[in-house]
């Protein structure tokens, strides 16, 4: 009889742990704490493609144009380093007077460090002759650090918060049962900074300039573009003790 009794009493230890456990992991709250940041952009990619064409009739070759286009890089202040052949190959184009005209073409990618340098860029690039070229990937060099730095604030936030309300009610925090993150691609508007549009802008206002004189001077405009947000965003239950 005494046997049994022991048996049973081991029997219920277990289950009353285990049900101390479960009750104690049900008191617990849930919280979201977000962070911010919006970090000018000090990588600008630029895609410029090279091309030959035909001016009196006579084609301008593709060895000009790029001599020309590195000239002007150079005189930009731009290192080398920063170019990247995007990719080079032939194309066939038909002209009025010919019935087939081959034409080379090459493209490079320019990463510029700052909107003043791009600005340089394009003034360098005027006499240029570019078939095309525009703005196309904003970023930053620190922006996988800024993103964990940022997630470590919404985690602070979160904690903070959950303290905040556990308080209100006389209690206090435990100790972090799950955090869970959520993943936000940076936000950067490529859009508002087209290169054509800007050297037109610029064009217009040195020739108001000279049309107006000395007296009233126009300014020309600065390149501009608007911040990369980044948001970060974590989830996390805490122990309510």
């Known amino acids: 009889m005494k046997l049994k009794s022991t048996l049973f009493i081991l029997m219920i230890i277990p289950a009353f742990v285990s049900a101390q456990e479960t009750t104690k992991k049900d008191h617990f709250i849930e919280v979201t704490g977000t962070a911010e940041l919006e970090v000018e952009p000090n990588e600008i990619y630029v895609t410029v493609r090279l091309k030959e064409f035909e001016e009196a009739r006579q ?45 080379r073409e090459k493209t490079y990618q320019v990463k510029i460090t700052s909107a003043p340098q791009l600005e340089k860029f394009i003034d360098k690039m005027e006499p240029v002759k570019i078939d095309f070229a525009d703005v196309t ?24 918060k959950a303290e905040a309300l556990v308080k209100s009610i006389g209690s206090e925090l435990g100790k972090p049962i799950i955090i869970q993150e959520v993943d936000f691609e940076p936000y950067n508007e490529v859009g ?10 610029k064009a217009v206002l040195r020739d108001l300039h000279q049309m107006q004189g000395n007296m009233n001077y126009v300014p020309e405009p600065e390149i501009g573009f608007k911040k990369i947000k980044l948001q970060a965003q974590v989830s996390a239950q805490f122990e309510i003790k």
């Open 192 to 201: 508002n900074v087209r290169y054509e549009d800007l050297y037109k802008s």
């Open 137 to 160: 990937r904003l970023n930053h060099s620190e922006l996988e650090k800024m993103k964990l730095d940022l997630k470590v604030k919404a985690l602070q936030a979160a904690k903070a």
């Open 59 to 103: 084609k301008v070759i593709l060895e000009k144009i790029d001599k020309d286009f590195l000239e002007a890089v150079d005189a930009a202040g731009i290192g080398r380093s920063q170019l990247t052949l995007a990719d080079a190959g032939v194309q066939l184009g038909r002209l009025r007077w010919r019935q087939k005209v081959v034409f």
